[in-house]
């Protein structure tokens, strides 16, 4: 296992942790003055800055991208629906490519309809069923262009409305079944917070291996969590185990980087960008 | 399947659905005014009125228990705290056979210390075994007074403090270790709040069978859900289908009381408590 505690090298941030903030520009810069050498940036960010100038700050700074966030939200109830969702994924993947990531981020959606307030149905299989289809019709375009997908579980609080992929190993038996040779144009993303409590999670870990471990992102689990979406913590101010897991995940032969990814707006999304830059990379180091 | 449309004799009500109006002795008369047939009380009701007392009510209104809430809490960072929990679980055998409860339910408990405000280590592994190794004893005892024992998986987002045993694959496979022969003293309550995300739960339900299936709890799972704990939407208004979970549960074998068990601090614990078990009725023939 890596030793991180002498630097922060392995390091990177998504950018949604301080983008109550700042704009992405200013977060680029704020990362490249602190050594921070790997960002995993959201489309809306990227688009409010602009594709091409934020492309050429990446490349002006050598920033490295861990990840794009994101793709996915693949169901819908009608055929129009799940086509618009298909131009979607093929635009992020083009995007991803411009920036040169290691991997686009999909965050698969859950039951059609309901994350813009009412879902459509309940039929949480069928729900399934668009976002298998949806990752082998984007997965047959990002092989074209290089761009590897990283499925995301999220946790399963998220099942309805985000992601109706919630543990490694139904998102892994989706790989087995979309990319049964393991090119690595199809694995995993591994983030802490949506996984932890699983107890299969190192047993699935292993079975992810190399070729489908493409990212791994660390924030922690408050005990009271008090909001489903935006009360994450800072890796240490929580009960997850994060060196052990990462121990897993290294094991297994990833050694890439640990991206921090907090959504907090009561706590981090309300301090100085700066402390909560120089936090990240405190943590980093002694909680990760 | 059974058809719920034509009356309520199936209808079980968890009294912790209308706790904020009534004691337990006013919540049996309201629910036998209503021909409600069956309960499931919790000990710190029970307690505030008295055992014998409640007895001696569940006696002359014949009231059926679908359940007792709760034993479990076995994770302890002591030998003391473990026996401490024994100790506990044991009574609460004992007070679920003088009230003739079908099951005694087990939330097994999650980090220990977490519930009180502080996790006295970050070893989910280790809380696993405290489960495992407590179960066992408790069911020792179980065995003896003739009272079965239902864990109950619950959701992810208790698996810090309240439970570690969330899936109906994990809850099994501890039964498959402490009770092999299936002989009914273990087994599991299936509650659709918990499990209904589970892309395994149609498989792990026709595994579990008539032997394990020992009770079987509905509410709804709300979108947006504003509270981890205490926000459980009334049947119907959420986004699970129940009727489908309801149909894999009775095909399994399962022929007991369908069981409400709403937390609602914002809704349903301000309405009358006449209007919640009326629409606990209405909700059971048309949305369970």
Redesign the interface.
């Known amino acids: 296992m890596r030793d991180f505690s002498q630097d922060h090298r392995w390091l990177s941030i998504n950018t949604a942790t301080v983008r109550a903030q700042w704009k992405l520009d200013a977060i680029i810069d704020e990362c490249a003055r602190r050594g921070i050498t790997a960002i995993s940036p959201w489309r809306d960010q990227v688009a409010a800055v602009g594709l091409d100038r934020i492309a050429a700050q990446v490349r002006s700074t050598g920033m490295k991208l861990s990840g794009y966030c994101r793709g996915g939200m693949f169901p819908a109830s009608t055929p129009e629906g799940r086509r618009l969702a298909l131009d979607d994924n093929r635009r992020a993947v083009d995007e991803a490519k411009t920036l040169d990531a290691a991997c686009l981020v999909l965050v698969v959606g859950g039951?059609p309809g309901?994350l813009q307030?009412k879902?459509e149905h309940?039929?949480?299989a069928a729900a399934?069923n668009d976002v298998r289809d949806g990752i082998a019709a984007t997965l047959e375009y990002a092989r074209q262009v290089g761009m590897p997908l990283a499925i995301e579980p999220l946790?399963?609080?998220y099942?309805?409305?985000r992601a109706?992929v919630?543990?490694m190993e139904?998102a892994l038996d989706l790989c087995d079944q979309l990319d049964p040779q393991r090119s690595g144009a199809l694995g995993v993303a591994v983030d802490v917070y949506h996984v932890?409590?699983?107890?299969k999670l190192e047993e699935q870990i292993r079975r992810a291996g190399r070729e489908r471990l493409l990212a791994f992102h660390v924030c922690d689990?408050l005990?009271?969590?008090r909001d489903?979406l935006n009360d994450r913590g800072m890796m240490g101010d929580?009960?997850?185990?994060i060196p052990r897991i990462r121990g897993w995940v290294e094991q297994a032969g990833f050694a890439g980087y640990s991206e921090v990814e907090i959504f907090s707006s009561e706590t981090w999304w309300k301090r100085d960008g700066g402390e909560v830059l120089d936090t990240c990379i405190a943590r980093h180091r002694s909680a990760v």
């Open positions: 039951l309901a307030g879902a309940k039929d949480i399934r946790h399963p609080m099942a309805g409305d109706c919630n543990t139904q932890w409590w699983d107890p689990w005990l009271p969590t489903l929580g009960v997850i185990d």
